[in-house]
Nanobody, 115 residues
Framework: QVQLVESGGGLVQAGGSLRLSCAASRSTSSAYAFGWHRQEPGKERELVAS???????NYAESVKGRFTISRDNAKNTVYLQMNSLKPEDTAIYYC?????????WGQGTQVTVSS
């Protein structure tokens, strides 16, 4: 079992930045990928960014050029650097760890961008 704990969310003005962190309770060597997802009230959860074990990244069109996903295997931590934030980025952000046998989710962290 792996616990994922997100942190770094908060309230920020449009144009500002936040850095989300996702810390795993144990080694993430078994993970083939990590992802950041977000969910607004009444809407489905959507993929924001992902990073493979080899470091290949993938982004939703809406965040390309503004968000950067990275991972530090030594710290068992994945990051999401969010720049030039917009009000439409407001959501709960969830970290996901994907392994060959199951997926793990964090509890989420709220990001609110004011206009």
């Amino acid at each position: 079992q792996v616990q994922l704990v997100e942190s770094g969310g908060g309230l920020v003005q449009a144009g500002g930045s936040l850095r989300l962190s996702c810390a795993a309770s144990r080694s993430t060597s078994s993970a083939y990928a990590f992802g950041w997802h977000r969910q607004e009230p009444g809407k489905e959860r959507e993929l924001v960014a992902s990073i493979s074990s080899g470091g290949k990244t993938n982004y939703a069109e809406s965040v390309k050029g503004r968000f950067t996903i990275s991972r530090d295997n030594a710290k068992n931590t994945v990051y999401l650097q969010m720049n030039s934030l917009k009000p439409e980025d407001t959501a709960i952000y969830y970290c996901k760890m994907m392994t060959s046998y199951t997926n793990y989710w964090g509890q989420g962290t709220q990001v609110t961008v004011s206009s």
